[in-house]
C-alpha cells in the first residue's frame, strides 16, 4: 500500500502568546497617547504592472519585493515564478529565473530578498529551498531548508552581515510511517549565512500554541491532515530585522514592540497606552467573509504531499466548498483586536507601526513613525504601508489597479517630513 498524507496549512494562522526574552536591562519606551500628524505625501516615482503589454510587465500576481543597494526594484512574480528588475526610474533592467524544475528555474517561490552582498535570494517552497542568484541575475546555487524547521513563512529580510533572516513555522513536513507531522509550540526567527559550513542560528523565539490536527482517511492509503485554526484575530507575529541584525518584534494584543539584539537579548520595548478593542458580532461575520473568500482562492494555503517517504510543497489552490463549511461553521474568535496589524523597519532603521482601523479590523490603520532610538516621529495618516524600502528613501506599495484588478507595483518617494 502506498503511504500517502496530506496537508494544507494558512502560514498567516500562527498565534503567539508570550515573548521568552533573555534577562538583561531593557529600556522602556512610552510613545505620547496624541497622535502628532505627519505633513506631508509620498510621491509617485513609477509604476510597473499592466493588463496588456511587454512580457515582463504582465504580472501573474506579486508576491514579494525588494530593493539592493542602488535603489534597483527586483518585484517576484510568484504566478509566473520569475524575478524582474527595474532600475530606479522603472526602467526594465532583466528577468532572472523562470518557471520549471532545472538549475535556476523556480517552482513555487514564495518571498525573495537581496542581501548586502549583491545577491539575490528566492523562498522556493517547490524545492524546499533558497535560490540564490548573483546579482547579474545568473544562478549560483540552492541552499536546502533543514526540514526539521518547519515551513518558512513569507517573510525574508537580508542580514547585515550576510544571508538572510527568515521565520519558520513550526509544522513539520516529515514523520515516522502512518501519521501526520509533529508540531512545536515555538517560532523561530532563524538567520540563515546560506554558507555550506554554516548553520541557521536562532535569534528569537516565540511561544505559540498547538493547533489540532485531524488525520482522514483519503482513499487509495492515502491520508488526508488538516490543521485546524486558531480564533479568528488572534494576535501573530509580526516581526522586521533591525540594522545590526537583530529584530523589532510585535506579538500580544496589546500596543508593544520589542527591540532585540542579534544574541536575542532585550534592547527596549516600545509601548504606547491603545487598548484592544472587544470583537463585536459584526467583526466576526466581517472574519468569517475573509476566512472564506481566502479558501476559496487558495491565498496563504500550502500545500504539502508526503509519498513513500518524499515531501512535496507547493502553493495555492481553492479549498473544497466542504472543508470551507466545516471551517466556518467551527469557528472561533478572540476577544479582542489587537492594537497592531504590521511592524516594518526602513534602511535607516527608522521602525513603522500600523496599527488596526478603528472599525475594520481588516483594514489598514495609522502609521506610528518611531526613530532608530525609539524617539517618537509621528503618526502617518492616509497612506499604506510600504511593502519594501531602499537606501534612498524610495518605498514600493503592492497593490491591485482599482479599475482592473490587475497586479502592480509603486514606487514612491518618502517626504523629507517623514524623517
Known sequence: ?????????????????????????????????????????????????????????????????????????????????????????????????????????????MSLTVTAGGEVVVTDLGRRAFSIFDREGNFRHNVVFDMELGLPMRELYPHPKQGVLAAFNPIRIMQGPGGPPPLDSLLPILWHPLAESEKPRRIFEAPMPIPKIEARS????????????????????????????????ACGAEYAVEIVSPTGAGVRRIERGIAPRKVTNADKERAKEQRRAQMRSGVGVVRVTVENGRASVGTGGAVSEDMIRRELENMQFADVIPVIRAVRTDAQGRLWIERTADRDPFAPGPIDLVAADGRYVGTITGEKMPSAFSPGELAAYIENDPDTDIPRVIVKRLPASWR
Not at 71 to 93: E, I, K, S
Not at 239 to 248: E, Q, R
Open 1 to 109: 500500500m502506498i503511504e500517502r498524507w496530506h496537508l494544507s496549512a494558512t502560514l498567516s494562522w500562527a498565534v503567539v502568546l508570550a515573548v521568552a526574552m533573555p534577562a538583561a536591562a531593557q529600556q522602556t519606551v512610552e510613545l505620547p497617547k496624541r497622535d502628532r500628524a505627519l505633513t506631508g505625501k509620498s510621491e509617485t516615482v513609477f509604476s510597473v504592472g499592466v493588463d496588456e503589454g511587454p512580457e515582463w510587465e504582465m504580472f501573474a500576481s506579486v508576491t514579494g519585493v525588494a530593493f539592493d543597494a542602488d535603489d534597483n526594484l527586483y518585484v517576484l512574480d510568484g504566478g509566473n515564478a520569475r524575478v524582474l528588475v527595474f532600475g530606479p526610474d522603472g526602467r526594465f533592467v532583466r528577468q532572472i529565473g523562470k518557471k520549471g524544475g532545472g538549475p535556476g528555474e523556480l517552482q513555487s517561490p
Open 218 to 249: 483519503g482513499g487509495r492509503g492515502e491520508i488526508r491532515v488538516s490543521r485546524g485554526a486558531p480564533p479568528a484575530f488572534s494576535p501573530t507575529v509580526r516581526w522586521s530585522p533591525t540594522p545590526d541584525g537583530g529584530v523589532a518584534v
